[in-house]
């Protein structure tokens, strides 16, 4: 089974843009049918889904979020990242990475991202 982990700044000031990294291990990011995403969850908020990137390269987006977010990968360093441009406080969360292969899926222990002056 693969393994996540996630990596990027603790705090974001608002209007910037937010970059997180997620490096697997365990497994190529180019594995056939694995999926890769980013999940957040809020403060006293459920998870979610921001987008997905495959095996082959195709992105999969979030409507609510598609103007906003990036996401693209790093075959060589086995990383995929995201990119949320124009954050704000409400934009506060944990992020996590996903791997789903079939019906397993892997998760990065997430990590805080706090949106602040």
């Known amino acids: 089974q693969v393994q996540l982990q996630e990596s990027g700044p603790g705090l974001v000031k608002p209007s910037q843009t937010l970059s997180l990294t997620c490096t697997v291990s365990g497994g190529s990011i180019t594995t056939n049918y694995y999926y890769w995403s980013w999940i957040r969850q809020a403060p006293g908020k459920g998870l979610e889904w921001m987008g997905a990137?495959?095996?082959?390269?195709?992105?999969y987006d979030s409507p609510s979020l598609k103007s906003r977010t990036s996401i693209s990968r790093d075959t060589a360093k086995n990383q995929f990242t995201l990119q949320l441009s124009s954050v704000t406080p409400e934009n506060t969360a944990v992020y996590y990475c996903?791997?789903?292969?079939?019906?397993?899926?892997?998760w990065g222990q997430g990590t805080q991202v706090t949106v602040s002056v």
């Open positions: 990137i495959a095996y082959s390269g195709s992105l």
């Open positions: 996903a791997g789903r292969h079939y019906a397993m899926d892997s």
